[in-house]
């Protein structure tokens, strides 16, 4: 396989390079640069060098597996610390998984729920299909993650993957002191998070994005973004309205 078939490669800001998404219409990175803005919301925001630090092992959960960049910068960041890294993704199309361990020389075991590559330093395993459905087999195997990466398409285009079920889902598969970070700062997000038991913070900002946000079970949410969703109109998103939500635009 050496083309993507629903995709299109292209160049970030920063020289590294993403995918356009024919299906959902979207790039997978921010344009402003896709290496930069993975360091900065996930490497950075979910404190994966003060983990690998502290850690043996840590145990990471992404939520669109996407280019793989977020495995490499993670797996990168562990190798310094020499901690052992337990990545999970969820990836819905095959093709993506595929492409990334040919492009790699990467051997890869397969079942019908996800694709395995084991390393000396790291194991990688990305679940096939719908999230929503891997997401159960998670819970039944009791694994409980340090980080999530929340980088699904962006509402607009995906927005079953940003719920407050999906987000109760996410908060029952983590640890106490899990940080999710995610690169979206909608007030329906926050929301959605919030009514599922996270306390959200504001995060850095990223190309033309104002903020982005941090979310944790423990601790308590900035009062600044409780005032403004106080006073927002925009509506929780839930499983049920969601279809609504992207009909919105």
Not at 9 to 38: M, V, Y
Not at 93 to 121: A, H, M, P, W
Not at 181 to 202: F, P
Not at 240 to 247: F, Q, S
């Amino acid at each position: 396989m050496d083309q993507l078939s629903q995709y299109k490669i292209i160049q970030t800001e920063d020289g590294s390079t993403t995918l356009f998404s024919k299906k959902f219409n979207e790039a997978c990175h921010s344009t402003s640069g896709a290496r930069s803005e993975t360091k900065l919301h996930y490497i950075q925001g979910c404190a994966v060098p003060e983990l690998a630090e502290q850690k043996k092992e840590i145990f990471v959960l992404e939520v669109g597996f996407g280019t793989g960049l977020g495995f490499e910068e993670t797996l990168s960041t562990c190798t310094g610390y020499k901690c052992y890294l337990h990545f999970h993704s969820f990836e819905i199309d095959d093709e993506l998984f595929i492409y990334f361990c040919k492009k790699r020389n990467l051997s890869f075991e397969q079942t019908n729920d996800f694709f395995q590559v084991k390393g000396e330093s790291f194991q990688l395993t990305c679940w096939r299909g719908d999230a929503r459905q891997s997401i159960k087999k998670i819970k039944q195997d009791n694994l409980k993650f340090d980080c999530v990466y929340q980088d699904a398409f962006s509402p607009k285009r995906n927005a079953i993957l940003w719920t407050t079920e999906w987000f109760k889902d996410l908060g029952q598969v983590v640890t106490p002191e899990a940080i999710l970070s995610t690169y979206s700062s909608s007030s329906s997000i926050r929301k959605s998070l919030l009514c599922a038991g996270w306390k959200v913070r504001k995060g850095e900002k990223f190309g033309p994005k104002r903020s982005s946000t941090r979310a944790t079970l423990a601790g308590e949410s900035d009062q600044e973004i409780l005032d403004h969703l106080q006073r927002s109109p925009a509506p929780e998103l839930t499983d049920n309205n969601y279809h609504e939500y992207v009909l919105r635009g």
